[in-house]
C-alpha cells in the first residue's frame, strides 16, 4: 500500500504535502508531484495538507485511476526529492477554481 | 554582540522531547543553513516518544519513521541527551540560561476524563495507559487490565480508540511477531473479551478517524464490525460537512460505515459495535465496572460547527473493561505558562507568551504541547517547521551569549546525572533487538528504566566519571 498523487496536482503544486511528509518521500517536476512508494509510510498526513484533492490512498483510487501508482512509482525515479515547501506554480489559483475546490 | 548562527557564533537550541515534534523541530534547525548546535534532551533514556509509545506495534511500517530520526540525530552538530528532565533534573530558568532558544516539545501524555458517576470504577481505564502499557512504556508497566471480561466498551472516536479496539482483537499470532510488550502479549493471549463496542457522542462524518484504521476493523480475523445502519443517516448539515475541508475523510469514513452496515450478521464472528451519537453517562458496578449508561445525541447547529446534545434516549450496555480516549492533555511544565483549558502551552506562532500575552523570549513549542493532540506524525513536520521560522526571525533579539552543550554538560556531571547519548540507545536497541529474536519478535523492548540504563551501560555523565559521582 502506498499513496499516490493523481492529476489535480498538476499546474497547481501547491506542496504543502511536503512540509507535512515524515519521510521525504515526495519527488517535484516543474509541473507537479510525486509520491515514492518504496519510501512513504501511509500515515495520510498529506491527504488533509492538500488543498486540491490530489492525493488518495492506493486503496481508494478508482478503477480509472489504477494508472497513477505506475505514473508516481516510475517518476519518483526520475524527479529529485522536494523536502520544503514551494510558492505554488502561476495560476494555481485559477485552476484551483476550475476544480471546484 | 553576534547574532546566534553565524561563523563561530553557533546558534545554542535545547529541544526538549525526542518525539516526532522534537525530532523535526531539530531538522529544521539542522537544515536552516546557519552555524548551530542541537541539544535534544529526552526525559527517558530512549528516544522518539509517541512513534514508540503510541504507535499500535502491529503498525510497522509507521514505526518505520524512526530511520529518519535516526538520520537527523547521526548529523554531529546534534547530541541526545536521554534520562534528563525538564523539571526534575533542570530547571525552566536553568535551561533558558543555558540556550538561546529552547523549543517544547514533550508532547501531551494526560488523558481528559469523561467526568461521569462510577469513572473511579475498577476496570475503568485512560485508553491511553492501554497503549502505554502494550507499547512497554515504564509508567504503565505494572498497569493492570482484566481480560477475563467478556464484553470491552471503547469510548471514543480517533484513531486511538480504533487502535486499541484493533489490539484486543487481533489474533495474537499476529502480535506475536511485533514489539508488543511480554507482559501484554500474555495478558492478550488469556483475553476473554469477545464483544467489543465502540462509542462515540458525535456521527460517522464528525469522528476522527481515518479511512485507513477504520478499514482494518474489517479485517481482523474472527471479528465483524457491526453498524446500525441507521445510525449512517445524515441531517442536511453533516451532508453540506462532506465538501468541507476539515472533513476530508469523511466521505470514505462513511463508505467504509456502509460497508459495514450493510453486511448481515455473522454470528460465527464476534461483534465489534461501532455505536454513533452515544454519550456515556455513568458508569455502575458492586466491586468493578459492570455497566454503562448511554444516552443517544442529536446534533445540531451550523455545518462544520454542528454540537450533541442529548435526546433523552438512555441505552445500558454490560461493560467489563471500560477504556476512555476522548482526548490526550498535555501537563503544565514547571516554570512555564500553560493554557489548561486546551491542556497545552500559551503560544502565538510557536513563540510561548505569558498569561499577559507577552512572548518569552528564547522559549518555543511544537507538536502536541503547542496545538493539542491532533494530526498524524507527519502533521508535527510541518508544524515544527512553523514554528523553527519564527525562532530564526527572533535571531536578532537572541543575541545573549550562552554556554550551551558545555554548560549542560557541566551541570549533569556537577549532578552525577547518568545521561545516555545515542550510542547509549543503540546499545538498547541492540540489546532489545536480541531479547526479541529468541521469540522470533523485532524487539522485545524494556519496560524499567534501570534495564533501559544498564543496556545502554551508562556509567555518570559524560566528563564527569570522577570519584564524586563512584556511588
Redesign the interface.
Known sequence: MTHVVTDNCRGCRYT?CV??????CFHVNEVRVYIDPAVC?????????C?V?AIV?E??LADDQQHWIRINAEAAQRYPVI???LPPLDGADARRQQLGL | MAIPGTEGHPLRVAVVGSG?GGF?AAEALL?SGLQVEIDLIERLPVPFGLVRFGVAPDHA??K??T??FTQIAEDPRLRFFGNVELGRDLSAEQLGALYHAVIVATGAAGDRQLGIAGEHLAGVHAAGDFVGWYNGRPECADLEFDLQQEVAVVIGQGNVAIDVCRILASPVDVLRRTDIAAHALDALAQSRIREIHLVGRRGPVQAKF???EL?ELGTLPGWQPRVDPAALALNDASQAELVL?GF??AP?NLDILRGFAQTPADDGRRPLHLHFHCAPVALSGATRVERIELEAQALSGEPGAQSAAPTGERLSLPAGLVLRSVGYRGTPLPGLPFDRVRGALPHRDGRLIDTGGEVLRGWYATGWIKRGPT????????DS?DTVTSLLADLAQLDTPKAGRAGLLAQLAADCRKVVDFDGWRAIEQAEAERGRAGGKPAEKFVRVEDMLHAAAVAEAPQSRERACAR
Open positions: 504543502d512540509a507535512s511528509c515524515p519521510v521525504a509510510i501511509d500515515c495520510s498526513a498529506c491527504i488533509p495538507a488543498p484533492h490512498e486503496f481508494d523536502r520544503a515547501r | 516526532p523535526y537544515e511500517k509507521l518505520s519513521v530511520t529518519v481515518t479511512p485507513k478499514r475541508p476530508v475523510h470514505r494530526g498524524v506524525i507527519g502533521t508535527n513536520r510541518a517547521v
